[in-house]
């Protein structure tokens, strides 16, 4: 990827988010757009930077750990990966957001990691809508019976949920997940449980996000579409 395109490409996406809001009668500002930069470099992090991003996407916490120590300091890191629980103390206070908890065994782990540092430590849980055997994440009707549980962990703060769709050549065939996704969040709301908000919905990559915007995100997580193919 030229970083002279990356600008172009954020502008790009940008206009693209907007156009999903006016079709939805949704604000722009409820969206916030993460650049996922896991495997990219520096130079092309900082080129996003300058074109105005501030929110970032990780997937490993050691890529994560060593792009903090490099790259300016206002930028909001949000991890998004695939999420260890012998990885979890190195990633505990590092980031604005965690949206892949996938698991009671993962929030307790950060529950207590989060304790021992007298953190209060804002999530995501993830949940696997389209039940796929190669996703992570909770089972929608799972979660409905274990929220209650985790939501007593007091080192963590449900501040919504995250999904992946499947990959599509059509993206409107995504739109039934996401739109699981935010009828999901709107029985939980109900449970009217205190510690447990359902203000973020993580949904929407760079293939389906304007369909994920038209359906309720108010996250979307896209690397592709900003920074071009990774360098794997």
């Keep these: 990827m030229v970083v002279q395109n990356i600008a ?3 502008a790009g996406i940008k206009e693209a988010i907007r156009q999903a809001c006016v079709k939805s009668g949704r604000d722009t500002d409820t969206i916030k757009l993460i650049a ?21 996407g990780e997937n490993r916490v050691q890529e994560l ?7 300016p300091p206002e930028i909001e890191w949000h991890f998004i990966g695939t999420l ?42 993830q949940v696997n809508i ?10 929608a009707e799972k979660l409905i019976e274990q929220i209650e549980e985790i939501s007593k962990l007091s080192g963590i703060k449900i501040k919504g949920l995250m999904t992946i769709a499947p990959l599509v050549e059509n993206p409107e065939e995504a739109r039934p997940v996401f739109r699981e996704l935010r009828m999901l969040a709107q ?6 449980l205190p510690t447990v908000e359902m203000r973020e919905l993580s949904m929407g990559m ?22 071009g193919r990774r360098n794997y």
């Design 130 to 139: 389209a039940r796929e055997t190669t996703k992570h994440g909770f089972e």
């Design 187 to 192: 029985t939980i709301e109900r449970m009217n």
């Design 84 to 125: 260890q629980r012998n990885k979890v103390k190195n990633l505990i206070g590092k980031t604005a957001l965690i949206h892949s908890v996938d698991s009671q065994a993962l929030a307790e782990e950060i529950n207590k990691q989060a304790q021992k540092r007298a953190l209060l430590v804002d999530v995501l849980l």
């Design 36 to 56: 996922v930069s896991k495997n990219f470099s520096g130079a092309e992090i900082e080129a996003a930077y300058r074109a105005g991003q501030r929110f970032f």
């Design 8 to 10: 172009e490409n954020l």
């Design 65 to 71: 750990n060593a792009k903090i120590d490099l790259l």
């Design 206 to 227: 760079s293939h389906d996000f304007q369909v994920a915007v038209e359906e309720g995100a108010t996250l979307v997580r896209i690397g592709s579409g900003i920074f």
